[in-house]
């Protein structure tokens, strides 16, 4: 993959996780996950970690929490 599609759909990822881009953005970001394996674990973590996020009530993550989030973003990042 190009570098500079990666690097735009990595600086984007939170806003297209949220649907906050304009439609031919989002299009032009999803083609690219879907073309591009580590664009696309990129993706799947960041969404996990919203997700997590949210549900901590805007309360800190616990210590545990991060570590497991740390080390699941380590083993993807290698296996990628």
Do not use: W, Y
């Not at 879907?34 to 616990?62: F, M, V």
């Not at 740390?70 to 083993?75: A, G, M, P, S």
């Amino acid at each position: 993959m190009a570098k500079k599609q990666c690097e735009e759909a990595l600086e984007k990822l939170f806003e297209f996780i949220d649907h906050e881009l304009p439609d031919d953005e989002l299009t032009r970001i999803g083609e690219h996950l879907q073309d591009c394996p580590p664009c696309e674990a990129e993706r799947r973590i960041n969404e996990k970690i919203k997700n997590l996020a949210s549900q901590c009530g805007g309360e800190c993550a616990p210590d545990d929490l991060r570590a497991r989030i740390l080390q699941t973003i380590q083993q993807v990042r290698e296996g990628a």
